[in-house]
């Protein structure tokens, strides 16, 4: 639109302001000029602004991957040492401790002096991208110890499928136990600068919904998800093993072992 003003009487004067207008929404209503279309809110247009937003969007997932691991491995450890590797209760629970509790601690306490002190924060958009690039790359070295926890275990199932008992290697446990502390100091030294950036990119209008959308995608796809489907792909494998090997008489260890280790 072009509107166009002048000061006195437009035939007296050729000096012209104009001013382009573009609308933002139906803020007026047709009713009565000049009164506020106060009608319920636009919850899906919200919801469609902020999925657009890739910066909230990718963050809000990124956050929700890191509750997926640390309440899958939480939910997974102790039947998975135990039947795995033979450990008793105590053992076991300090192991978890030592490489979840401590692991996350250093990690949560390592954080702000990357981000904030050597980095330098998020608030301008520079920092923003330094700081999601030093997160994803603490994402793929979480990547890494990942995938070597995933072949010791696939490797130890795969074991006690085959023999039909437990065969413990210490040193796999080891592994383990180092690999899941790193991951958990990782994964908790980037969790506060993916919150604070995830918050400011929903800008001031929408950070309340932002930040309540972020708690929903969290709980749904990271604490509830963490321990359904692991639990269910484990519940799966044991079936499957007995149905396809009827005749075996079955070690319940070795099968209870299979489970937790896939």
Sequence with gaps: YKVRFTKGSPQKSDEWAQFRLHPIGPSISLGS??????????????LAALVANRLWLWTALAISMSCFVTSGVAFLWQNTVHNVWGVGNSWSYGFFLLSTGVGGLIGVALGPKVFDGKL?????????????????????????????????????????????????????????????????????????????????????????????LTVAFQNVFGYASGPLLPGCFAQMVGYTVKDLWPEVDWDRQAVRGAKFAS
């Design 120 to 212: 330098g924060g998020f608030k301008s958009l520079k920092g923003q991208q330094l700081c999601l690039l030093w997160c994803e790359r603490a994402m793929w070295a979480a990547a890494v110890c990942s995938s070597v926890c995933a072949f010791f275990l696939a490797e130890a199932a795969i074991r006690m499928v085959r023999y039909n008992q437990a065969l413990i290697i210490d040193w796999h446990l080891a592994t383990l136990i180092a690999c899941v502390f790193a991951v958990f100091s990782l994964v908790n030294s980037i969790q506060g600068t993916l919150y604070g950036i995830n918050t400011m990119s929903a800008g001031p209008e929408m950070q309340a919904y932002a930040a309540g």
């Design 33 to 46: 000029v000049g009164s506020v279309d106060k009608t319920k809110p636009r919850i899906r247009g919200n």
